[in-house]
């Protein structure tokens, strides 16, 4: 049954009105006959239909019997401004940052900038993503470009300043953390976007600013967010120069807090996990990121089951909420249940959960979003269960996981605005931005210096059929 005329392109459409889905993903689990009250970009009053029509009577109700109202995704590890790179990243090998991102960001201007985060911001909404944290961009362009564009999409974003000093002199290292505080300091209330402070890996910055960075952030109650463990590379580095590995390192600089957000942490000991456990710091799994440039999986059900706060992160690869979970059980599958006879890897509600509230959780945001609940941001997605993969519905939660798409959403709230309806972002012109980040991205991508290990599939094709022609 498609969504009713009351889903018309005008944003603040649900203001006011009872929605009555017919199911809703409670942090308990699917429940049916739940009613949702959106007021002021609020979940005003949330439980059984019946309680709510006595509590609020004569409000207009919005039937929705063939959909299940769920929490929007977050994505808790992401660079929007790596937008226009895409594919330039695939096939290629580890530590890519070095030869694809550090020269694409730095050929990006502000324009650039702004148009490369408002596609990804795009791409996040019609992927079911309310809530996206940006680890940040190695552009000298202002973050205000980044900051703007997801404001006009109306995304939620945790964006973050990268504070990198190791290699800078006295007078830019103290530049550089300035500027970092004036970012935290712009923080507005009820805005969606919550300043954070970055390190790319721990080795790029000396031990006392890891330290002084990670404490602003805790000052501040945001998060310090950093990449760690993912490549073998930069351990083996670390390792070579400090005698501890890049996790260890953090702790040692007394940066590993519970304000401090580690991004991937794929090659991972024992001992580390433990410090992360000790510590309340919190991890983004990354799992198709693993797939499509990693050196390893997180140990996210170890991980999970020591108590350590997770959440799931794209890292840019593919902005699909449903397929990110899906690519998070089937990597724990792969590479730890199968071997230990594991059959169920978690279930369906641990991932879901980590691809909500976990995200949340990890991105200091978990009293604002994540959860369909009385009090929190309406950060939501209707979803269409009158499909052929949901009939018959036997378990929900395994159902979205394993079979969800992104086609069955049929609308995505944040704030309590309707941002998308059937895949259609409302407020944005698609055909203009989609021309323009065309033409930027082919500007930008001629200019950067890019160095790719291996050529364009089509090249290699040509490349493989000359050789076995010779």
């Known amino acids: 049954m498609p969504l009713p005329t009351t889903f018309a392109p005008r944003p603040d459409a649900l203001d006011g009105m009872l929605l009555a889905p017919g199911w809703t993903l409670l942090p308990d689990g699917p429940a049916a006959n739940i009613g949702l009250v959106v007021s002021n970009g609020r979940f005003a009053d949330v439980g059984p239909i019946d309680g709510i029509a006595t509590r609020h009577p004569g409000i207009a109700t919005i039937a929705l019997p063939d959909h299940i109202a769920m929490p929007g995704f977050v994505d808790a590890h992401h660079h929007l401004t790596q937008s226009?790179?895409?594919?330039?990243?695939?096939?290629?090998?580890?530590?890519?940052?070095?030869?694809?991102?550090?020269?694409?960001?730095?050929?990006?201007?502000?324009?650039?900038?702004?148009?490369?985060?408002?596609?990804?911001?795009?791409?996040?909404?019609?992927?079911?993503?309310?809530?996206?944290?940006?680890?940040?961009?190695?552009?000298?362009g202002a973050l205000d470009a980044i900051a703007s564009a997801v404001r006009e999409v109306g995304l939620r974003c945790v964006l973050g300043r990268i504070c990198n000093d190791d290699g800078l002199s006295d007078e830019r290292a103290c530049a550089t953390f300035a500027a970092g505080e004036r970012h935290l300091a712009n923080a507005l209330t009820g805005d969606l976007v919550v300043p954070s402070l970055a390190i790319s890996i721990p080795e790029m910055a000396h031990d006392a600013t890891l330290a002084r960075v990670a404490a602003l952030c805790a000052e501040a109650g945001t998060v310090f967010q950093t990449h760690?463990?993912?490549?073998?590379?930069?351990?083996?580095?670390?390792?070579?120069?400090?005698?501890?590995?890049?996790?260890?390192?953090?702790?040692?600089?007394?940066a590993l807090t519970p304000a401090t957000l580690c991004a991937h942490v794929t090659l991972v000991t024992p001992s580390e996990l433990k410090l992360l456990r000790d510590s309340g710091a919190g991890v983004s799994y990354n799992p198709v990121a693993s797939a499509w440039k990693g050196n390893a999986v997180a140990p996210a059900l170890l991980m999970h089951t020591l108590g350590i706060p997770l959440g799931l992160g794209t890292d840019g690869t593919?902005?699909?909420?449903?397929?990110?979970?899906?690519?998070?059980?089937?990597?724990?599958?792969?590479?730890?249940?199968?071997?230990?006879?594991?059959?169920?890897?978690?279930?369906?509600?641990?991932?879901?959960?980590?691809?909500?509230?976990?995200?949340?959780?990890?991105?200091?945001?978990?009293?604002?979003?994540?959860?369909?609940?009385?009090?929190?941001?309406?950060?939501?997605?209707?979803?269409?269960?009158?499909?052929?993969?949901?009939?018959p519905s036997w378990d929900l939660e395994w159902e979205l996981v394993r079979i969800g798409n992104r086609s069955q959403i049929d609308a995505v709230v944040v704030q309590g605005s309707i941002r998308v309806v059937h895949?259609?972002?409302?407020?944005?012109?698609?055909?203009?931005?989609?021309?323009?980040?065309?033409?930027?991205?082919?500007?930008a991508v001629a200019s950067a210096p890019i160095d790719r290990i291996h050529p364009r599939s089509t090249a290699a094709r040509r490349t493989a059929a000359a050789k076995r022609s010779s």
């Open 228 to 254: 760690v463990n993912e490549h073998l590379a930069a351990v083996e580095r670390s390792l070579v120069a400090r005698g501890l590995r890049p996790l260890e390192h953090l702790a040692h600089a007394g």
């Open 318 to 391: 593919r902005s699909d909420g449903f397929r990110l979970s899906d690519a998070a059980e089937t990597a724990q599958r792969l590479t730890t249940a199968l071997h230990a006879g594991d059959s169920s890897a978690g279930g369906g509600r641990t991932w879901l959960q980590m691809a909500s509230a976990g995200g949340a959780l990890v991105l200091g945001l978990g009293n604002e979003t994540g959860a369909i609940a009385a009090g929190f941001a309406a950060d939501f997605l209707l979803v269409d269960l009158a499909v052929p993969e949901f009939t």
């Open 84 to 140: 226009f790179g895409k594919a330039l990243a695939f096939g290629e090998p580890s530590e890519i940052f070095r030869r694809v991102w550090i020269p694409l960001e730095g050929a990006l201007d502000d324009e650039a900038l702004h148009v490369a985060a408002k596609l990804a911001a795009v791409e996040c909404l019609r992927g079911g993503f309310t809530s996206v944290a940006d680890a940040g961009t190695r552009s000298d």
């Open 423 to 443: 895949g259609a972002p409302l407020g944005v012109d698609l055909d203009t931005l989609l021309a323009d980040a065309d033409r930027i991205a082919r500007r």
